[in-house]
């Protein structure tokens, strides 16, 4: 009786798994084949942004066109994450080595 919380934990676990994993191969089974010059990545987003970049944008530059412009605040999200995580590991290892100094201090008088 003392291992039920650890079987049921266990059981739970695969059962999760397995159901992550039937939804991926769900969704993998729905994606158009690859290479495929019909699908509609190859077709409709790579024409306007090559042919019709230049006209919206008013830019020259491809590649900032399409980080500033179309995808400007996928961009600014990345960005906030990116700066959140070097702020947070930071702030963790401030924390430790502030630690470990008080502890030092303490033991030592």
């Known amino acids: 009786m003392k291992n039920l919380p650890r079987v049921l934990f266990y059981v739970m676990s695969i059962v999760l798994v397995g159901l992550i994993s039937f939804m991926l191969m769900l969704a993998v089974t729905e994606m158009p084949i690859y ?59 401030g924390t430790s080595s502030t630690g470990r100094k008080e502890k030092e201090h303490e033991t030592h008088h």
């Open 35 to 93: 290479g495929n010059l019909d699908n509609p990545t190859n077709n409709y987003v790579y024409e306007r942004y090559v042919y019709e970049g230049v006209h919206e944008s008013g830019g020259l530059n491809m590649v900032g066109n399409i980080l500033i412009d179309y995808r400007g605040y996928d961009t600014l999200l990345e960005s906030t994450v990116l700066f959140t995580t070097v702020i947070s590991i930071m702030l963790v290892w």
